[in-house]
């Protein structure tokens, strides 16, 4: 009797530590969840998970591994699927998922030597790419993308300015923001412009010639007026806000005097800009 109560207690136990064990296996890592715009692939366990508000992700969107670089709101999930699912079965599971939420798909295909899936619906970006993680397992990276501009929260102060200007003549400031394709400031870029008055009340002697610089898209002709009308918008905000117009000129280079790569969208960023150069 005893020796039947403690084999019974013994398949308990081993069913207990199986239940646990399998319990452990299926565990998603601390702290991460699926994303709300696709659910997981049944059977699999996220193993790693990253979200920024605001970051970069090249996407593939064609053959040879051709890539777009997107900026915004970017959110990873890593999924491990274990030996019964396949790189195939991830990729068209993911591909049809996203057809019926209403995605258009960039690029279905092969990337880095495994299936790969991004699409879009607007400024949402979607990206499922497979991989093997070694040991007969496979799984995926998801990776969403809500395609944004920068929101500015770091402002150059007038003093940063003062001894930039001091140093070699001229300053690039990148806290006045205007409307896409327009000359409007936008009204995020008073604290900005007010530490330029700053600046300029600090150094009465100053003349100043405003700079308006733009990236490389689009055509050269539109890019150099776009540039002085923003030159000329800054220096007529300038005026109407207490600095002597006779203290103020107003040029535009349009894309003609880059300080970075036009090819990456941080280079455009930084190309996008008003300078001061005393005079």
Known sequence: MKTRVAAALGVLLLSAMGVAAQDDQLQDVEGCTDSKLLTRLKGCVI?????????????????????????????????DCGEN???????RNAEAALKKAG??????????????????????WMQIHSFNPGGGTFGYHQTAVLVKEMEQEMVAN???????????GSCSIYGILFDTGKATI?????????????????????????????????????????SEQRAAAVVAWLAANGVEKSRLTSRGF??????????????????????LKKL
């Not at 700079?211 to 050269?220: F, L, Q, W």
């Open 254 to 275: 349009g894309d003609s005097t880059p300080v970075a790569d036009n090819a990456t969208e941080e280079g455009r960023a930084k190309n996008r800009r008003v300078a």
């Open 85 to 91: 699912v396949s790189m195939l079965q991830i990729a």
């Open 158 to 168: 007038a003093d940063a300015w003062a001894d930039e200007i001091n140093r070699t």
């Open 103 to 124: 995605y258009t798909v960039v690029f279905s295909g092969t990337a880095e030597d495994a299936p790969v899936v991004t699409a879009r619906k607007g400024a949402q």
């Open 186 to 226: 936008k009204p995020e870029s008073k604290e900005c412009l007010e530490e330029v008055i700053k600046l300029l009340r600090g150094n009465p002697t100053w003349k100043m010639q405003i700079e308006g610089h733009t990236d490389n898209v689009g055509a050269k002709a539109a890019n150099q007026t776009l």
């Open 47 to 79: 193993t790693e998970c990253d979200l920024k508000e605001f970051d970069s992700a090249e996407l593939f969107v064609g053959g040879d591994d051709r890539r777009e670089a997107l900026e915004g709101r970017k959110e990873m999930i890593g999924y």
